[in-house]
Structures are given as C-alpha cells and as structure tokens.
C-alpha cells in the first residue's frame, strides 16, 4: 500500500507554470545544477556553501536520504522557455496528520535571481500543498538577518509570526536567528488573489 508521501511524490511529480517546470530532482541532475553554484555570494544566507568542492554532492545526497525517508521532497526548478536549469527547491518537515509543509531549501543561479522565477515556483509548491494536499498550514523560514528573502517572502503574502533565537548553526559558525512564515488554508483564496492574480 502507497504511503500519502508516495501518492502525491511519485518518479512523475511535475508542477509548470508559464514560466517553470517543477520536478523531483534526480541524481543525474547534479551536473546541470553544478554551474550554478559557483558564486560564493549565494550561499551567505544558506546553511551550507555549495560552492565548495563536493558540497553540491553532500547536500543533494542528504536530500535523497529525506526523500527515501519521506520527509522531504526535492525539486529541481527549470525554465521552461530554454529548458535550463535555475535551481533547486523543496517541500520539507511534511506531517501528513498535521497537515502541515514548509516550503524551503530554495537558492537560484544568479542568472535567474529577479526574473520571476522563484514567485512561479512559489506559486506552484502553495497551490500544490493547498489544493491538491489540502494542507492546512504552509511555512516558510529564513534567517532573520537576510533582508532580500524576507522581502520575497512577505511579496507572496506570508504572513509573520516570530523568530526563534539561536535556531541554525551556519556554515560560518555563525549561529541564525530564524524567522517564520505561515499561509494558512483559510486565508489561501485571498492570498492567492492578491499576489498572485495574474498567474491564478
């Protein structure tokens, strides 16, 4: 018997959008999405740097391991024009008896930063988790210090709700403040009107 995990995460998972394509990542993918890591500057508000030598493998492997333990969905996100790759994302801490989901693990190549990537694919994890999933809360996390994210996150109309001291040891052994943010199933039509009327 399929678990939930299996029913919505098939080999087949795909999401698109006008402007992306949305699929379960794949060791295969590993060379395309290497190109862009390169930049350092990326990864100064994610936990790992992926532009170290074999930090792309470990990081891509950890999410095979959660997605064999099915608390976590990795995704690869392309462009659907060109077909290249932009970066990755994730559907993450699933509780299936909670009815909750973060969407999170999220970094883009630089070339694809400020050109509506990111906000289609945000689009498509929201729309997916509430009205295929019937999720009823989704979350989204970042560090508190990361002001470019946090814009992005309140532009798609997260709602938020408070910061945990102390919460995410980074890969500078510096320790993050986190801050969270929450759509709950309620409020998703209105929120979806509102920020996302042209692609709703």
Excluded at 21 to 42: A, E, N, Q, V, Y
């Amino acid at each position: 018997m399929q678990s939930e995990y299996q029913q919505f995460f098939g080999d087949g998972f795909m999401l698109e959008t006008p402007r992306v394509i949305i699929r379960l990542m794949k060791p295969s993918d590993i060379d395309g999405l290497k190109p862009l890591t390169d930049s350092p500057g990326i990864w100064t508000w994610f936990r790992e740097d992926l532009s170290l030598p074999g930090q792309l493998e470990n990081w891509s492997n950890n999410a095979f391991e959660a997605r064999k333990a099915e608390t976590r969905a990795p995704f690869v996100i392309i462009e659907k024009d060109t077909g290249l790759y932009c970066g990755c994302t994730s559907y993450g801490n699933i509780s299936f008896p909670d009815k909750r989901i973060e969407i999170g693990w999220t970094w883009l190549g630089t070339a694809f930063m400020g050109r509506e990537i990111n906000r289609h694919a945000k689009f498509a994890l929201l729309s997916f988790a509430f009205e295929a999933m019937k999720m009823e809360r989704v979350e989204i996390k970042t560090d508190v210090l990361n002001e470019r994210s946090k814009a992005a996150i309140l532009k798609i109309g997260m709602v938020p709700e408070g910061i945990l001291r102390s919460h995410t040891l980074m890969h500078s052994n510096r320790r993050r403040d986190t801050i969270y943010f929450s759509i709950l199933k309620s409020e998703w039509p209105e929120r979806k009107q509102m920020f996302f009327a042209d692609l709703a």
